[in-house]
Structure formats: C-alpha cells, structure tokens
C-alpha cells in the first residue's frame, strides 16, 4: 500500500503561493467571500438558531471567536459550528455543481474561527495568507468531490467540506508534510454527513456542515501536538473515497486539474434560497414568461426532464403543509412559490402561513419532475422545461447550465444586491457602516493585518 495520493494532495496545498493564482481566481474568492458573509448573516434568523446558541453555551467557556451577527465571544470551536451552520440553514451558499458540494460554508466558518483564535494569542493571520487558504481550502473539498463517479451517498459539503476546512487551516499553521497528512487523518476519523437530514427536511442537514468545521479544529490541535492521525485517509483500503464514495471514484479527475484550474471560480452562486437542484424550473419559468409575455396562470401544466441527482433529491412529493427545509428541497414548491408570488426569497419559506397557501401549491401540482436518461450520477444539468399553455401552445426551455452557473453567473451588481438583501433578513440589524465597512474589507482583502476584524463586522446592533 501506498500513500502517493495522499503526498500529492498535500504538496499541493503546502506549496501554493499567491503567484500560482490568477488575478480572476482572487476576485472570485472576494466575490464568494462577500456572498457567504451574507448569508451566514441571513441565516442567524434560520431555524433553531436560538436553540444551538443555547446548547453551545452550556459546552463550556471560551473567549476565542465571534458568533456572527450576535457578538457573542465563544470558544473557536462552539464559533465554528454556529457560524457554519448559519452559512447553510437558509440554503443560500453558494456550490460547486461538479463536486455537489457547498465548500465555503465549512471552509470560510473554520479559518474564520481560527484566525481569531489566532488573534487572541497574538498571531494574527493577514489577509493574504487567509485568501490564499481559502482558495485551497476550497480546491481540496471541491475535488474530493469531483473525483467521485456514483451517486452521492453522504452529505458531501460536510464530508469532503471538512477535510478541505483542514487543510485550509492546516496550512496556515504551516505545519510540516507528516504534520498536514495528521490533521486531515485526525478529521477523517471525525467525518459525518448523512443524506437522511436532507429527505427529511430536517435542520440537522447543516448542522452536519458544522460538525465538521468543529471537527477540523480539534483535528489540526491534535496534529499540532503530536497526534498522528492515518497518512491514507484519501484512497487507502478504508480511506475516504472508497468509504464514502463506496469505491466509485477517479483520480485522474483531480491530477488532470490540480495546480492548474482552480474551483473556486467553478463556484454557483444562490440566486435563490432554497436547494440548487430547484433552481432550474425557476430559470425556467422566468426565460418562458418573459419570452413571450405569459403569466403563471396561462400555463396549464410543466413537464421538467432532469437528471437522475436532480430528480432524486428535489423531484419529492408535496406535501400539505412541509417544514421549511423540505420545502426548500420541493422542486414543486420552490415553483410554485415563485409562480404565486412573483419571487423566490427568504420569505417565501418563512412567512406565517405561506408554506400552506393555497395558490402556492395550486400552482406547484402543475409540476411533473422526469428523470431524464442522463449518465452521470453527480450532473445538475442540462434540463429541459415544456410548457403546455391554456391556449393550446407547447413551449419549451433548455437550460444548458442553471442561472448562478459559472457561465451564467451573477453580476457583480447582483451579487452586491444580495448581499445587500441578505443583512437586511439577520437577527440583529448590521448598521450601514459596519456593512459597507464589511464590503470594502472583501475587496481590500489583502491589505488586512488580521482578519480576525472580519467576525467583528458582521456584529449587528439592537434598534
């Protein structure tokens, strides 16, 4: 048995420098940066949120890093798994489609909670340093996932988002080859996330994302002290990738790549805060109204042909009156809402009574989702919309790639727009100048001495 996979992945992300990455590379990491602020900001207002506050403060005492928006001083670890989990609960991160992974919410919660831990020894981590981690961070969780051939099985922005959350943070502790393999083998044997949460609708699915940020913490100060974890964590005998990937994988897939494409300007965007899978029939049913000037109630019925990932985890039924988590994995809902009310928001999965209204699911049981005959267990696209009208006509959309794809992206104005929308759904309102504060730290990202003052703008004020 051998351990190359694991040594290549490692001097990779040991010997990245700032000049290995495109200037397109670095803006995106701003650009992705500033949205997963946002809705980590949105979503202190998401379910049970009070509730893990509440359980977190009884897991002992710490002043090492910020929850986000209310200010709270907890241990790195309590920060971690609160601010992750606020990333995701609204369903608003943003997602490498090829990976079928979310790889900000773990990796931007874990650095962000260590380089405050950092700040309160004195070790500040600049700006630079922390721009350059996430970007490899990301790279890591985006192609363990990549590298999988089957379909998914565990929840992988959890799974393969905590060992790229590892090596973010492993590398900025700059610790030694052996050093690096530990940490992220000390994860390994912390790594979690089931599917089950997401079937179900229940909050637990991103709960998951915190478990492994917290994990990624406690993995690297394992490390650090001399705990050594298993070296062939990647494709060894009970390794991550024929563990959790059930031996369906190609590393080709990464070596073709690593060092030369970096994922995170592969990132979607959230245009919408519900489940990505749902985003096709709302591109959709924008293109189609808009082409040739119809409204919602000019069609009689939708027949959406998707891929099998699509179908199997957003084509379940609806339901009478769903939690907002099932209904933001609802592909007739998620419609259907935007069909009744014009827009697809934070509202529309958290407004008294909207989740049994009437004209929603009306127009949500005109949806028909058909798994289309496409190959490829981990493909998001393409997807193919007809439309039957009340006038006769049949209509058609297909979409190549989903709007928020890296080539149908967000404008910048857009992307500014939802951050902007964003703080606007926290807890605790964010003052304006904390806010354009926070704007111009992302763009100036690399000039910061410690961006452990990041966490301390996203602390909102009560009116």
């Known amino acids: 048995m051998t351990i190359a996979t694991t040594d290549r992945l490692v001097t990779h992300i040991a010997n990245v420098t700032r000049a290995d990455l495109e200037e397109a590379d670095i803006e995106k990491a701003k650009v992705f940066l500033l949205d997963t602020l946002g809705v980590g900001i949105a979503g202190s207002s998401g379910a049970n949120v009070a509730e893990l506050l509440a359980t977190v403060r009884g897991w002992g005492n710490g002043d090492e890093a910020t929850v986000w928006v209310t200010g709270e001083r907890v241990s790195a670890q309590a920060a971690a798994i609160v601010n992750a989990y606020q990333i995701h609960c609204l369903e608003y991160d943003c997602v490498h489609e090829g990976a079928v992974v979310h790889p900000m919410a773990t990796v931007l919660s874990t650095i962000m909670a260590y380089a405050e831990r950092r700040s309160t020894q004195g070790r500040p981590v600049s700006g630079s340093d922390f721009m350059v981690a996430m970007i490899v961070g990301v790279d890591i969780a985006a192609y363990l996932g990549m590298a999988a051939t089957g379909p998914v099985k565990f929840f992988r922005p959890a799974t393969a988002g905590g060992l790229g959350a590892t090596a973010a943070i492993a590398r900025l502790e700059k610790l030694e080859p052996n050093g ?68 369906q994988f190609d590393l080709e897939i990464i070596w073709q790549d690593l060092g ?37 109630d000019d069609i009689v019925s939708i027949k959406g042909y998707v891929p099998p990932l699509v179908h199997r985890l957003v084509g379940r039924p609806l339901i009478p009156n769903p939690e907002p988590n099932y209904a933001k994995l609802c592909l007739r809902y998620v419609a259907g809402a935007w069909m009744a009310r014009g827009q697809v928001d934070v509202a529309e999965f ?35 919309f007809v439309f039957e009208l009340t006038d006769g006509r049949q209509e058609e959309i297909t979409l190549p790639q989903v709007y928020g794809h890296p080539y149908s992206p ?44 990041l966490a301390q703008l996203t602390v909102g004020k009560l009116e």
């Open 260 to 296: 030369k494409v970096w994922q995170m300007s592969q990132l979607s965007h959230k245009p919408f805060p519900s489940g990505r899978l749902t985003h096709g029939v709302i591109d959709a049913l924008k293109q189609i109204t808009s082409r040739i000037g119809i409204s919602p």
């Open 350 to 384: 958290r407004e008294s009574g909207v989740l049994s209204d009437p004209s929603i699911h009306a127009y949500a049981a005109k949806i028909d989702v058909i798994c289309d005959d496409n190959t490829d267990e981990n493909a998001l696209d393409p997807q193919r």
């Open 410 to 453: 967000l404008s910048l104005d857009e992307n500014r727009a939802k951050f902007e929308r964003c703080i606007t759904y926290g807890s605790i309102a964010l003052p304006e100048e904390k806010a354009l504060a926070l704007v111009s730290s992302v763009q100036n990202l690399e000039d910061i001495a410690d961006v452990a003052e």
């Open 180 to 247: 690096i393999k530990s940490a992220m083998g000390n994860m390994y044997g912390q790594t979690c996330g089931t599917l089950q949460p997401h079937a179900e609708g229940s909050p637990l699915l991103g709960l998951q994302i915190g478990f492994n940020a917290r994990g990624a913490l406690s993995a690297l100060d394992l490390a650090a002290s001399g705990f050594r974890g298993p070296y062939d964590f990647i494709d060894g005998a009970y390794g991550y990738l024929p563990m959790f990937e059930n031996d």
